[in-house]
C-alpha cells in the first residue's frame, strides 16, 4: 500500500473542488441559455440558436469530465491503470485538449452574436473554461509528482484496505462507485477529506468511520450547497443551505430538514424567520408583509394599534385542530390572536352556541392551570360575561373574563374573548400591568377595533 502524502492529498482535494465548482459555475451559464435566452430572445436568429445548441452539448461535456478526473486519482500507478485504464494520464490529456478546442469553437461562433446577454455568457463561459483548463494542468502536474516520488516495487493501487489496517492518506474506492480521498484510521476514512458519490455531489470535511461528521461542505448536482455541522451522513447543527434558484437558509438543522432556529430568505428577498420543526416553519416572524391566514383568508398586519406583531405559531402542522397563534406586543401591553377549529366543520358566530361556551370554560380552566404549573401567586376571576368588540359599525359578539394575576409580586390584568369567525373560534388574550391599567385599557379598546375590521375587511 502507497499511501498519499498529506500535502498531495491536500492538493487532489483542492483540485477536485475547483473543478466542481467550475462545472457548477458552468452549468448555471447552460441554463441561462437553455432556459431564459434561447426561448425568450427573438434577436438570436436561427443560426446563433443552433450554435448555442452545441455549445451547450459541450458545456455538459466538459461538466462530465469532472468525474473522469475523480477517476484519473485513483489511477495513478500501472495496477489501477489496468482496472481503470481509460481514465489514465493519457485520457485526461486528451480531455484537456478537447476543452482547448471548445474554447476555440465558441470564440469563432461568438463573431456573429449580436445579443449582449448571450455574449456577457460568453464571456463569463470562456473565464470559467480557462480556470477548467488550468485545473487540468494541476491534475497532470500532481501525477507527474506522484510519479516521481514513488519507488518502482511500491506500485499498490491507492485506496485498496484489503490488506489489514491502514492509517494516514490515501484514498478508498468503494464497489458502489464511491470515491473518498483524504485521512483514514484503521481502514476506514476518518478525519478530513473529500467524498465524490455516485450520483455527481461532493462532500469536503469531517469524516468519520466512513460517515460524514463535524463540519464540512456539501455540493449537490443540482446546484444545491450546504456548509455546516454534519452528523451520521445528514445535515445536522448549524448551517447555511443555498439553492440554485437563489434561496437561503441559515439557522438549525436535524436529519436533513430545517429544525429548530432558523432564516429562509426566499429569491423575491421575503424573509421567514421563525422556528422550524422538521422542515415546517411553525413559530413564525414574517417581515416586511402581512400573515395571511390561508384557512380563514384573515391577514395579520406588522401592527394593530400600536402593537408590533411578533410569531407566529402554526399548531396546525403539528397538531391539527389547535390552528395558530399571532402574538402583538408594545411597551405596556402583550396580545395574543387564536384561530383554530378543534377539527369542527361548522363553528357558529352566535356566542350563546354551547360549543362557544364549552371552550370558552375550558378557556379559563387552561389559564388558572397554567399559572399554577409557573408557581404564580394568585389568578382571580374579576368578571365573565358576553359582549361585543370591535366598534359601532362593526363589532363581533364574544364571551370574555377579565382576571387579576399576580406573577411574583406584580399584579396583571389579563382579558380574555372568545368567539366564533368563518367556521373558527377566535381567542384573544390580552395582559397588562395593574398600575398601567389606564392607559393598558385605551390601547386594549383600540386594539381590538382594529382586529375586528381587520377580521370584516375582506
Same mark, same amino acid.
Not at 166 to 185: D, R
Given at each position: ?27 448555471? #451559464? ?20 443552433? =450554435?448555442?445548441?452545441? =455549445? ?46 471548445? $474554447? ?17 455568457? $460568453? @464571456?463569463?463561459?470562456?473565464? #470559467? ?31 485498496? %484496505? ?16 464511491? $470515491? ?7 481502514? *476506514? ?15 469536503? /470535511? ?23 455541522? %454534519? ?11 443555498? !439553492? ?6 441559515? /439557522? ?5 430538514? %430545517? ?16 422556528? =422550524? ?16 391566514? *390561508?384557512?380563514?383568508?384573515?391577514? %395579520? ?20 385542530? *389547535? ?10 401591553? &402583550? ?10 366543520? &361548522? ?8 360549543? $362557544?361556551?364549552?371552550?370558552? &370554560? ?17 389568578? #382571580? &376571576? ?27 409580586? #406584580? ?7 372568545? /368567539? ?21 385599557? @385605551?390601547?386594549? !379598546? ?13
Amino acid at each position: 500500500m502507497n499511501s498519499q502524502s498529506k500535502e498531495e492529498t491536500l492538493e487532489i482535494e483542492q483540485v477536485i473542488l475547483d473543478f466542481h465548482n467550475f462545472a457548477r459555475s458552468l452549468d448555471s #451559464v447552460r441554463k441561462n441559455l437553455e432556459v431564459d435566452i434561447i426561448p425568450r430572445e427573438p434577436s438570436a436568429d436561427r443560426a446563433i440558436k443552433e =450554435w448555442t445548441k452545441q =455549445w451547450i452539448e459541450m458545456i455538459n461535456t466538459i461538466c462530465f469530465y469532472e468525474r473522469l478526473v475523480l477517476f484519473y486519482f485513483i489511477s495513478m500507478d500501472d495496477n489501477c491503470r489496468r482496472k481503470h485504464g481509460y481514465y489514465s494520464l493519457e485520457r485526461v490529456q486528451n480531455q484537456k485538449e478537447d476543452v482547448a478546442y471548445y $474554447i476555440s469553437i465558441i470564440q469563432e461562433g461568438s463573431k456573429e452574436v449580436k445579443n449582449e446577454k448571450v455574449i456577457n455568457l $460568453i @464571456e463569463k463561459a470562456i473565464q #470559467v473554461i480557462n480556470s477548467i483548463l488550468d485545473v487540468f494542468d494541476r491534475a497532470i502536474q500532481i501525477y507527474e509528482n506522484h510519479q516521481a516520488n514513488i519507488s518502482t516495487a511500491d506500485k499498490e493501487c491507492e485506496g485498496d %484496505f484489503r490488506h489489514g489496517d491502514k492509517n494516514g492518506h490515501g484514498t478508498y474506492i468503494f464497489p458502489v462507485g464511491e $470515491i473518498y480521498i483524504g485521512q483514514c484510521k484503521n481502514g *476506514l476514512p476518518s478525519g478530513h477529506g473529500i467524498v465524490a458519490y455516485p450520483d455527481g455531489s461532493i462532500y469536503v /470535511g469531517g469524516v468519520e468511520k466512513h460517515t460524514m461528521r463535524g463540519q464540512g461542505t456539501w455540493t449537490l448536482v443540482d446546484g444545491i450547497i450546504y456548509e455546516g455541522e %454534519f452528523k451520521d451522513d445528514m445535515m445536522c447543527g448549524q448551517g447555511t443551505l443555498k !439553492s440554485a434558484e437563489g434561496s437561503k437558509y441559515v /439557522g438549525e438543522f436535524k436529519d436533513n430538514v %430545517f429544525d429548530g432556529e432558523g432564516t429562509l430568505t426566499s429569491p423575491d428577498g421575503t424573509i421567514y424567520r421563525g422556528t =422550524w420543526r422538521e422542515g415546517i416553519l411553525i413559530n413564525q416572524e414574517i417581515e416586511g408583509k402581512p400573515y395571511l391566514h *390561508l384557512a380563514s383568508g384573515t391577514e %395579520f398586519p406588522e401592527k394593530l394599534a400600536n402593537l408590533e406583531r411578533g410569531n407566529v405559531t402554526n399548531y396546525e402542522l403539528t397538531q391539527p385542530g *389547535l390552528g395558530i397563534s399571532v402574538g402583538y406586543n408594545a411597551h405596556n401591553i &402583550k396580545a395574543t390572536i387564536y384561530l383554530y377549529n378543534l377539527g369542527f366543520q &361548522k363553528i357558529p358566530r352566535c356566542a350563546k352556541s354551547d360549543l $362557544i361556551a364549552q371552550d370558552f &370554560k375550558k378557556a379559563i380552566v387552561d389559564i388558572y392551570e397554567i399559572y399554577k404549573r409557573c408557581g404564580y401567586d394568585a389568578v #382571580v &376571576k374579576l368578571s365573565e360575561e358576553r359582549t361585543n368588540i370591535g366598534s359601532s359599525h362593526r363589532s363581533l359578539e364574544v364571551l370574555s373574563a377579565c382576571l387579576l394575576i399576580s406573577e411574583y409580586g #406584580v399584579k396583571c390584568i389579563s382579558h380574555l374573548y372568545l /368567539g366564533g369567525y368563518n367556521n373558527h373560534f377566535l381567542k384573544i388574550r390580552c395582559t397588562y400591568n395593574e398600575e398601567d391599567a389606564t392607559q393598558g385599557k @385605551e390601547t386594549l !379598546s383600540l386594539f381590538l377595533s382594529q382586529v375586528v375590521n381587520q377580521l370584516f375587511k375582506r
